[in-house]
């Protein structure tokens, strides 16, 4: 009688078990099928919420930027919200369930997107929907007909393109909410050198002077005949366009107070904007605070090494000197490029060291189309390798000394290390593209930092250009909040940022401009580098002897680009489970 009342409870348990892995089963379906055909929307759309806007490419018929398009994506996004609400998350796999989380904190925050302002924005001091358009090139393979034959699509659908953001930037004008004059005096410039006279010398162009062999003489004679038509009659004219309504409308209505405080809802939407790049919470209050500690402790490690050096004047005399002193600047572009490439394969023989997971793909070092450096991502498609951008046009705004933090920043073990290994890790598609700003500008400064520990910055000015660099992203705490929290004005936010750090004059002055164009995006580097290391520092406390570099390394980096709040979750299981 027992035997059979215990074959009876294992009957039940083992019925028990196979429903239980049946709704585990049906949840985790329904999920997927959610996240895939999300995927194949966003595709459709050519518009991924939260990517790197550096990381524009063309791809056939562009997105559509009307109020029309922006309405259906926000439809479609409650939609996904609603049915993400009838899927339990606890009985999703683990590995199922963050990523549920992450999915739906990015819908919550797109849903949030579509109640503010960001559409009457597209352009910043650096870039633009015309610069992002016109670098595309740059950044695709051109390898098969149909690589051309999108391309053509692409040239042909700029027209609609273009006038769409003209319509949102009219609008723009009629709310007040135009950019502030002083920081866009001369960016029309921008627009004008794509008016070129010959039309083998735009950017257009490019993709068809080196064009593969297996494309037929005959069809290469006819993509480029079909180019050079479309650029002269289709997109020079478009760019010609946007010239005048830019010099003629929109700089004729341009606001005259630098903070997006001084607009119609501006506090609510900086306040906004602080969230979105930064994943926090965090006023402008708080973060202001920050930033003024964090230059106070800097400035000491600064001092230290002027001491060091045997400099003899104030800490301004040492700036100065730093700013005019010819051996801190090259005047070669290619020289500018060498160094850099000498640099970053000095890293890639310590990695291994201080990774257990390097990423396969590779990146370029070139010079940058628009000014700046940055980094843009491959596509993912194993037909492009990310690429890292020097400001070789203007040599005095790139000095020496700083070159090596740069490098580690942009290229390894910074923002190559984190897009690649996202791309190459096993996980749901919108995750290998999103881009948190705070995630990945604090692992970029994060990764400035630890070259430091790595042994690099060997020559004292080259520590202090480290230093510099990290003066200048606690410094944008200071002055972003100041211009757009505190009613700073432009002149009191460059004072400031030149007296504490030792960026060329033309650096300050253009980064300053950033700030004002691009509110709370310069938050982000400094909030997410002390976020990673007190994980770091709690990470050492909590294993002792058992704290391993290269695991913690890899843990911030395999599960691709997150908000804080969820970095730190996360990081502190694995602390648990390193220390079971």
Partial sequence: MKLKQLSAGIILLSSLFGAASTFANQASEQFNQLLDEHWQTANKEQIFFRKDPDTFRMNGKLPEMSAKGRERRSKYNNELL???????????????????????????????????????????????????????????????????????????????????????????????????????????????????????????????????????????????????????????PEYQAFYDFFTQEYMTNCRTTAGISSVKGGDDYYQYLIEYYTTTNLSADEIHQIGLDEVKRIRQEMQQIIKEVGFKGEFKDFIQFLRTDEQFYTDSAMDMIEKASYITRKMAAQLPKWFSILPRSTFDIKSSPNGGAYYVASDGSGTTSGTYFLDTKDLKSQPLYTLEALTFHEAEPGHHFQSAIAQEVDMAEFRKTLYHAAYGEGWGLYSERLGKEIGFYQNPYSDFGRLTYEAWRACRLVVDTGIHAKGWTRQQAINYLAENTALSMADVIGQIDRYISWPAQALSYKIGEIKIRQLRAKAEQALGNKFDIRAFHDQMLKNGSLPMALLEELTMDWIKQQQS
């Fill in 82 to 236: 609603a049915r993400m609400a009838n899927i339990d998350v606890d009985k999703l796999p683990a590995a199922d369930q963050v990523t549920y989380r992450l999915f739906k904190y990015e819908r919550e925050a797109e849903a949030k997107s579509y109640q503010f302002q960001d559409h009457l924005y597209p352009l910043t001091y650096y870039s633009g929907f015309h610069s992002y358009f016109a670098g595309a090139p740059a950044n695709m393979s051109f390898l098969t007909e149909k690589d051309y034959s999108k391309y053509l699509i692409s040239l042909a659908d700029y027209p609609r393109y273009n006038q769409e953001h003209i319509v949102d930037m009219k609008q723009a004008i009629a709310l007040g909410h135009t950019h502030y004059c002083e920081s866009f005096k001369g960016y029309e410039k921008s627009i004008s050198k794509h008016l070129v006279d010959n039309i083998e010398d735009s950017v257009f162009y490019a993709p068809m002077k080196n064009m593969p062999k297996a494309i037929s003489a005959t069809q290469q004679a006819k993509y480029r005949q079909q180019v050079k038509s479309l650029i002269k009659d289709t997109v020079l």
